[in-house]
């Protein structure tokens, strides 16, 4: 590798856009910070890796991520504390999750080394675009591209590995309303439903604008063999309350390994909570929606956060979901703040310090 931390070089920007933006309302991820960090793979190896002005690239029309859709992201987020501080949430994951979805694309994997070192120095150079208080934090996209020219289809040899921020709030301002999926799948077994592969979004876009239509925000995907299991929104990763038991479906190559999720899981098990990680059938949840045990279902994942689901939708009956006065979605979303914002301890040694003072 002829790259190494010390060799990121950083351009600031001339002028700030800081003081042009309306933090009190930001549409989730239109809004980026200052500075974006960018690495290229050429040769066998990353490298010439610099954190520059956020602005336009000059990619050739020919190059493979236009023509095969060669690209993995994540998303990621930084609070900030009342001191000040600014704290990643579980990046490691990220980290690690972007490497497995890399190599399902036939990508090269990342150094970890340079991950890290890309993430201090582009959030302590945009700390400023940090908003502190309850709701606001950084939402940060690594994503990797193939931008080697040619339409031969095969592997890309040239990629270029990049990291933006922007400054968000919530990304579902209401509760959210969801359909049940019976027609389209988002993903197969052996496929690529496990990474964070840019189609695995954009083929959602068609069902979920029917969705849409019809007045809610998300599909819950079922299994693409039978559409007979609950499976993930997309978005999020999902949680069934029934009687006072959480149910959410076990990770597969179908089913995206949430960060959100696995901390859910976590705080579930601290508080006492029985879960069930198993698969959940819809006749399952349609009985227990007509026989009352049925009290929540919410979404978890990082833009997201915890999403509370307020009806859904099956066969075209509509069933709504009363709201509880104990709500496990409230709950967990306090106690993740808690730990997101280094407002309590953090047990589980989730908070990673990024700006300190
Ligand atoms: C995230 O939660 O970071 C996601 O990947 C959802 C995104 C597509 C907005």
């Given at each position: 590798?002829?790259?190494?931390?010390?060799h990121?070089?950083?351009?600031k920007?001339?002028?700030?856009?800081?003081s042009?933006?309306?933090?009190?309302?930001?549409?989730?991820g239109?809004?980026?910070t200052?500075?974006m960090?960018?690495?290229?793979?050429?040769?066998?190896v990353?490298?010439?890796?610099?954190i520059?002005?956020?602005?336009?690239?000059?990619?050739s029309p020919a190059a493979?991520v236009?023509?095969?859709?060669q690209?993995?992201?994540?998303?990621m987020?930084?609070y900030?504390?009342?001191?000040g501080d600014?704290f990643l949430?579980?990046p490691e994951?990220?980290?690690e999750?972007?490497?497995?979805?890399?190599?399902?694309?036939a990508?090269?994997?990342?150094?970890?080394?340079?991950?890290?070192?890309a993430?201090?120095?582009?959030?302590?150079l945009d700390?400023?675009?940090v908003?502190?208080?309850?709701?606001?934090?950084?939402?940060?996209?690594p994503?990797v591209?193939?931008t080697?020219?040619?339409?031969?289809a095969?592997?890309?040899?040239?990629?270029?590995f990049?990291?933006?921020?922007c400054?968000?709030?919530?990304?579902?301002?209401?509760?959210?309303r969801?359909?049940?999926?019976?027609?389209?799948?988002?993903s197969a077994?052996?496929?690529?439903?496990?990474a964070?592969?840019?189609?695995?979004?954009?083929?959602?876009?068609?069902?979920?604008n029917?969705?849409?239509?019809?007045?809610?925000?998300?599909v819950v995907?079922?299994?693409?063999?039978?559409?007979?299991?609950l499976?993930?929104?997309?978005?999020?990763?999902?949680?069934?309350?029934?009687?006072d038991?959480?149910?959410?479906a076990p990770?597969?190559?179908r089913?995206?390994?949430?960060?959100?999720r696995?901390?859910?899981?976590?705080?579930a098990?601290r508080?006492?909570i029985?879960?069930?990680?198993?698969?959940l059938?819809?006749?399952?949840?349609l009985?227990?929606?007509?026989n009352?045990?049925?009290?929540?279902?919410?979404?978890?994942?990082?833009?997201a956060?915890i999403?509370?689901?307020?009806?859904?939708?099956y066969?075209e009956?509509?069933?709504?979901?009363?709201?509880?006065?104990?709500?496990?979605?409230a709950?967990?979303?306090k106690?993740?703040?808690?730990?997101?914002?280094?407002?309590?301890?953090?047990?589980?040694?989730?908070?990673?310090?990024v700006?300190?003072?």
């Amino acid at each position: 590798m002829n790259t190494s931390i010390e060799h990121i070089s950083i351009e600031k920007v001339q002028q700030s856009r800081l003081s042009e933006v309306d933090f009190d309302n930001l549409t989730f991820g239109n809004t980026f910070t200052d500075h974006m960090f960018v690495c290229d793979y050429k040769d066998g190896v990353w490298q010439d890796a610099k954190i520059v002005p956020y602005g336009p690239l000059t990619i050739s029309p020919a190059a493979k991520v236009f023509h095969y859709g060669q690209a993995v992201f994540e998303g990621m987020k930084a609070y900030k504390d009342d001191a000040g501080d600014v704290f990643l949430f579980r990046p490691e994951e990220n980290f690690e999750r972007i490497n497995k979805s890399s190599k399902r694309m036939a990508i090269p994997e990342f150094p970890k080394e340079i991950f890290f070192e890309a993430l201090h120095k582009l959030i302590n150079l945009d700390k400023d675009w940090v908003q502190g208080g309850d709701g606001n934090s950084l939402y940060i996209r690594p994503f990797v591209m193939a931008t080697q020219v040619g339409v031969s289809a095969s592997p890309s040899d040239e990629y270029k590995f990049m990291i933006l921020c922007c400054p968000v709030k919530a990304y579902y301002t209401g509760d959210v309303r969801v359909v049940i999926a019976q027609e389209f799948s988002r993903s197969a077994d052996g496929g690529v439903g496990a990474a964070k592969a840019a189609g695995n979004y954009g083929a959602q876009f068609y069902p979920t604008n029917l969705a849409r239509e019809k007045g809610f925000q998300q599909v819950v995907w079922t299994d693409s063999n039978e559409h007979k299991y609950l499976e993930e929104a997309g978005t999020m990763n999902v949680f069934f309350r029934i009687g006072d038991k959480l149910i959410t479906a076990p990770t597969s190559d179908r089913i995206l390994d949430g960060v959100t999720r696995k901390s859910v899981l976590a705080l579930a098990e601290r508080a006492g909570i029985p879960v069930e990680v198993r698969k959940l059938a819809v006749t399952e949840l349609l009985e227990a929606a007509k026989n009352g045990s049925l009290k929540e279902i919410f979404g978890s994942g990082t833009a997201a956060v915890i999403s509370p689901v307020s009806a859904f939708s099956y066969d075209e009956t509509v069933y709504d979901i009363e709201k509880q006065s104990d709500s496990y979605a409230a709950r967990f979303k306090k106690e993740l703040k808690e730990i997101q914002y280094n407002i309590q301890e953090d047990p589980f040694g989730w908070r990673y310090p990024v700006v300190t003072h």
